[in-house]
């Protein structure tokens, strides 16, 4: 049975850090890509980040570029997202994603999904 299960979520002030973790089972972390992605109320989900299978390859989403920092640990099957100089608009429930890594590192089109953790960046 696959699952992805994401931790790691709660409250932060505006400037703070936070680190989520996408922990797998039922699968060899080293052969697939993970994206981690983000809902806020009322919005449409948005790719924020992925890794290639091999950590060789990251994308960002321009909202996030130069903030949040992606890195998995194949042996430990666990992909990290770290989230700097927070602000209220990351404020969303953050889920992490994994497909094949033969269909390579992009924010869309994923297949086996986690069931989030919420991340509130508030005062």
């Known amino acids: 049975q696959l699952q992805l299960v994401e931790s790691g979520g709660g409250l932060v002030q505006p400037g703070g850090s936070l680190r989520l973790s996408c922990a797998a089972s039922?699968?060899?972390?080293?052969?697939?890509?993970i994206g981690w992605f983000r809902q806020a109320p009322g919005k449409e989900r948005e790719g924020v980040s992925c890794?290639?299978?091999?950590?060789?390859?990251?994308n960002y989403a321009d909202s996030v570029k130069g903030r949040f920092t992606i890195s998995r640990d194949n042996a430990k099957n666990t992909v990290y997202l770290r989230m700097n100089s927070l602000k209220r608009e990351d404020t969303a429930i953050y889920y992490c994603?994994?497909?094949?890594?033969?269909?390579?590192?992009?924010?869309?089109?994923?297949?086996?999904w986690g069931q989030g953790t919420q991340v509130t960046v508030s005062s």
């Open positions: 994603a994994a497909r094949p890594a033969w269909k390579g590192c992009g924010l869309v089109g994923y297949d086996y």
């Open positions: 039922g699968l060899t972390l080293d052969y697939y890509v």
């Open positions: 890794i290639s299978s091999g950590g060789g390859r990251t």
